[in-house]
């Protein structure tokens, strides 16, 4: 058997054989035992697939590689059955990460008695749906981690074939792994991180095989009790449990049994009692406790305990952030920030005031970001800008209390990182416009600039492409919303892959010439997709938007350069603001070299170029 016709059958069938395992009670002994079976989810099979998977002879790069994944499915790598030197240990945490989890762990601690078989721990997680124009495509972000008697590794760090040390959190990926195929004999630390977890909660799944033993997790505490304690404090205490090295303390908001529960601190043994501050008076929290044994194994949490907090409240309002920033484009530079009401947490304290702060993109705000406090409002303006500068702005807001440290009046303030920016232009006039709906509006497939033999440019519905690697080179739709179905692109393919896409040389479009000789800056806007099915080393595959400020006799303005490599045809906005634009042209070129089997493929859609008068700065600095 050969090909994906066959290879997609059989791991279809190894899956259903991995979740048979667990439904009917195999794991952990081997033998089928009806009270152990439960219904494994799909990242479990996932990750009992994976870590099943061995390096294919004969291929290279070695695992992990586009050639051949995570390797060829060998799913007695990864069952366990009587008699087997190689051990299964599975975790199909269904709770997971809660909502807004960072630098939470779960750790699991294993004995490896020997180098008879390799160590492979495999963290899969099901991530929550992303957008075409998300880049990576992972909303949440969890790490995987072990250290052992050869250092620490981290998940997707290999090399020759297995982990090795160094290297950097995977930030891109919902399968992370860590392979040693010779493991020195002792103990090891598997952990998994919680790095960010926007939507939430965030089960996964680990697998870990190996002539392993698993560390017997430890007894929860019990006697869980919980009390205010001063102002803004509660005092948590519990029931020593033997042999255990530390305790983790985790806190839900509300009464028991509570909702999700975050880690709020850990205490070494043998103390038994935690204290946790700034909690907000009137509030009840609930409380569980965990032990964790000397081999980092931690237990199930305890039983729930709760307690409402005294002092002032200190809970931040609720405020979704800045909404907008427009720019007034008038001769004095100006941009106009407004944002939607906030709602305070706390009943004694009902007004709201709001912060504005600005800087770099991503900035943190900070008091020295900070350009207005007290603003009773709903919006506000920025007079203290220059033209064709970008403002990034983030806007707080903080209640009218005297016990959260706010800039205004001591109150509680929020802590989002809601962001929006403008540029200020003075009066702008629009030069072109075209979304290609009633035609080409001056764009045109330039022979005389191109050498491909197939794959003109020309105006019309894209056929929607799809090659069997699952490569989409062609998009199905254009970028105008309905009813608009037209764009400009490389060629109609009806007979579908390899069917009249970018062959043989570069395929160049030109819109016309823009006269923007009366304007002091341009801003150009194209939508684009560029869909490459590649097979490497090849320079000449390429798709380039450039613009020319002479009317095209030389571009030296890039707006986009992809290269030699495998990208999915998804549409993406490419924005540009050019000085002294004069004589305007925009060339988009699509290109195949001489290597077989590449599929090239580009379109561009909504295009529009700006001129900008420009405006007077101030010459003030905010106060």
């Not at 279809?12 to 991995?18: I, N, P, S, T």
């Not at 698993?214 to 304690?229: D, M, R, W």
């Not at 393919?493 to 819109?511: F, I, K, M, W, Y």
């Not at 050019?578 to 493929?601: C, F, K, Y």
């Amino acid at each position: 058997m050969s090909g994906t016709s066959m290879a997609s059958p059989a791991a279809a069938g190894f899956g259903a054989l991995a979740r048979q395992y667990y439904a009917d009670g195999f794991y952990p002994s081997g033998a089928a035992n009806p009270p152990d079976a439960f219904p494994p989810t799909s990242a479990l099979v996932k990750a009992t697939l994976l870590n099943s998977a061995q390096n294919m002879t004969g291929v290279t790069p070695p695992i992990p590689s586009n050639c051949q994944g995570w390797g060829r499915i060998l799913l007695d790598n990864a069952l366990y059955f009587p008699g087997d030197v190689r051990r299964l240990w599975a975790r199909d945490d269904t709770v997971g990460f809660p909502l807004g989890s960072s630098g939470e762990t779960r750790t699991f601690g294993f004995t490896v008695n020997s180098a008879s078989a390799p160590f492979k721990a495999t963290l899969v997680w099901t991530d929550f749906p992303s957008t075409p124009a998300a880049s990576p495509h992972i909303n949440d972000d969890l790490d995987l981690e072990v250290v052992g008697p050869g250092g620490t590794y981290l998940g997707n760090v290999f090399s020759g074939g297995q982990s090795t040390t160094g290297g950097a959190a995977d930030r891109r990926n919902g399968v992370e792994q860590v392979l040693r195929l010779s493991p020195t004999p002792g103990d090891y630390t598997v952990t998994v991180r919680s790095f960010t977890v926007p939507n939430g909660p965030q089960p996964f799944a680990l697998v870990v095989t190996g002539d392993i033993t698993a560390c017997a997790p430890p007894a929860a505490p019990t006697g869980i009790s919980a009390a205010p304690e001063g102002q803004n404090a509660i005092r948590v205490n519990w029931s020593p449990v033997g042999g255990v090295t530390s305790y983790n303390v985790y806190r839900s908001d509300g009464a028991c049994p509570g909702g999700a529960f975050l880690l709020r601190g850990s205490v070494s043994a043998p103390t038994t009692t935690f204290l946790d501050t700034g909690t907000s008076g009137g509030s009840t929290y609930s409380y569980r406790v965990a032990s964790v044994a000397l081999c980092d194994s931690e237990s199930v949490l305890s039983a729930c305990a709760q307690a409402t907090a005294n002092g002032a409240c200190l809970l931040p309002p609720s405020f979704a952030g800045i909404a907008s920033v427009s720019d007034n484009q008038a001769g004095l530079c100006s941009l106009s920030l407004a944002w939607p009401a906030a709602t305070s947490s706390c009943a004694s304290n009902p007004g709201i005031t709001y912060s504005v702060y600005r800087g770099p993109a991503g900035f943190t705000p900070s008091a020295a970001n900070r350009i207005a406090a007290c603003v009773p409002g709903l919006g506000y303006v920025d007079q203290h800008v220059s033209f064709a500068n970008t403002y990034h702005y983030v806007v707080r807001a903080e209640d009218s209390g005297s016990a959260g440290g706010g800039a205004c009046n001591g109150g509680n303030v929020d802590a989002n990182l809601v962001s929006a920016s403008n540029i200020p232009t003075g009066s702008r006039t629009i030069l072109h416009s075209t979304t290609f709906e009633s035609g080409a509006n001056g764009w045109a497939h330039s022979a005389a600039d191109s050498t491909c033999t197939t794959g003109n440019w020309g105006v019309g519905n894209p056929d929607g492409v799809t090659t069997t690697t699952g490569v989409v080179t062609q998009p199905e739709d254009d970028h105008t919303p309905p009813p608009g179905v037209n764009a400009l692109f490389t060629a109609p393919n009806p007979g579908g892959e390899g069917t009249n896409d970018v062959d043989n040389g570069v395929c160049t479009a030109l819109s016309a010439v823009i006269n923007a000789s009366a304007y002091s800056r341009a801003q150009i806007s194209v939508w684009y997709t560029h869909g490459q099915r590649d097979t490497g080393g090849d320079p000449n595959d390429f798709f380039r938007i450039d613009a020319s400020f002479n009317g095209g006799t030389t571009y030296p303005a890039s707006l986009v350069s992809i290269g030699d490599v495998t990208t999915n045809a998804v549409w993406t906005e490419a924005r540009v603001v050019l000085p002294n634009p004069a004589q305007l042209r925009i060339r988009v070129q699509a290109s195949d070299g001489t290597a077989v089997g590449d599929i090239v493929e580009g379109a561009v859609d909504d295009v529009v170029v700006e001129g900008w008068k420009g405006c007077l700065s101030s010459g003030r600095n905010p106060p």
